[in-house]
C-alpha cells in the first residue's frame, strides 16, 4: 500500500512489518517489554508529515475521536 | 437531518485474528478505491490500550448529477480519518472513521465495534454504525440517499477485503468467514420519523460508486 508521501512508502513498509509483528506476538499477548518498532516509526513520520503539510492536508490539530463524543 | 444506519455482523473467525487482519486489509482486490494508507499518531496507553490514527486518501467517484457540486478544479480525492482504541484486556476494538474534506457536500462518520461474539465461539461480532448528513441547499436529500447507498456497497467491499486480509493470514482460501445478521429495523424507524413531504426528486437508484 502506499504512502500519501511518494517518498515514505518504503519507510511505512518497514514500520509496517515491525509493527505488525510486534502487534500480534507481544501486545495481543499482555507483553509490556519496549517497543521495537521506534526507530522506524520516527522514520517514518518525519517523512509522512512533512507530505501532510506539503499537501495541506487538513488533519492537524483534529481531536482524537472527536465527532464520537456526541454520539451515544 | 442525518441519515442513520446500523448493523451487526458475526465475523467467524477469532478476535485477536480480527484486530491483526484489520491493520494488514490494505490493499487487497476489493480496495481499488484506497489510494493510500499511513498510520499518522500511535500510542500504547498506561493501561495498555492501543490508540491508532490512520490517514486514508479515497477516490470519489460520483454519479453525474452530483458532479455539478464541484467547482471545476477542485480536488475530487477524499482524505479520510480513521481512530481507533484497542483494548486487548477486555477485547474490543472500537473505529471511529470520517471524512475531513469535502465535508459540506457530504459527510459520513462510521463507527465500528468489534468483540468476541456472546454466543459463538472462535467468533466476532461487529456492530456498525453510520451517520451521513449533507448541507447543499435544496440537494441534501438525495445526497443522503446517494451516500447511504454507496456507504452500504462499500461495506460489502470493505467485509470482503477484511475476509480476504483474514484468509491471508489464516494461510486458507478465502471463504465464508462471514454470517449476516443484519439488523437494520431500527434505520428502518429512523428514516421513516424523519422523511419529509419533500418535492425534492431522487434520482433512480445510483449504479456503484466509490
Known amino acids: 500500500m502506499n504512502s500519501v508521501g511518494e517518498a515514505c512508502t518504503d519507510l511505512k513498509r518497514e514500520y509496517d512489518q515491525c509493527f505488525n509483528r510486534w502487534f500480534a506476538e507481544k501486545f495481543l499477548k499482555g507483553d509490556r517489554s519496549g517497543d521495537p518498532c521506534t526507530e522506524t516509526f520516527q522514520k517514518y513520520q518525519r517523512c509522512v508529515q512533512r507530505a501532510i503539510k506539503e499537501k495541506e492536508i487538513p488533519i492537524d490539530g483534529v481531536e482524537f475521536m472527536g465527532p464520537n463524543k456526541d454520539k451515544p | ?210
Request: charged share 25%; proline share 5%; with cysteine.
Open chain 2, 1 to 210: 437531518m442525518v441519515k442513520y444506519f446500523c448493523n451487526n455482523t458475526d465475523i467467524r473467525s477469532a478476535w485477536d485474528h480480527v484486530v491483526s487482519a484489520f491493520w494488514q486489509r490494505y490493499p487487497n482486490p476489493f480496495s481499488t478505491h484506497v489510494l493510500t494508507e499511513d498510520v499518522v499518531y500511535r500510542e500504547v496507553t498506561v493501561d495498555h490500550r492501543l490508540l491508532t490514527r490512520r490517514l486514508l486518501k479515497k477516490t470519489n467517484r460520483l454519479p453525474r448529477w452530483a458532479e455539478r457540486f464541484f467547482p471545476a478544479g477542485m480536488s475530487r480525492s477524499v482524505y479520510i480519518v480513521e481512530d481507533s482504541i484497542v483494548d486487548p484486556v477486555n477485547r474490543s476494538l472500537t473505529t471511529y472513521t470520517w471524512n475531513l474534506n469535502h465535508t459540506t457536500l457530504m459527510s459520513v462518520e462510521e463507527r465500528c465495534i468489534f468483540q468476541d461474539s456472546v454466543e459463538q465461539p472462535a467468533t466476532t461480532q461487529l456492530k456498525r454504525e453510520a451517520w451521513i448528513s449533507s448541507g447543499v441547499y435544496g440537494f441534501s436529500r438525495p445526497i443522503q440517499e446517494f451516500g447511504l447507498a454507496r456507504f452500504k456497497s462499500n461495506q460489502v467491499k470493505s467485509m470482503k477485503g477484511l475476509e480476504y486480509a483474514l484468509s491471508n493470514l489464516q494461510g486458507e482460501a478465502p471463504q465464508r468467514l462471514l454470517r449476516d445478521t443484519v439488523k437494520d429495523a431500527s434505520e428502518k424507524a429512523r428514516e421513516a420519523a424523519k422523511s419529509l413531504a419533500s418535492a425534492a426528486t431522487v434520482p433512480k437508484k445510483p449504479q456503484q460508486y466509490v
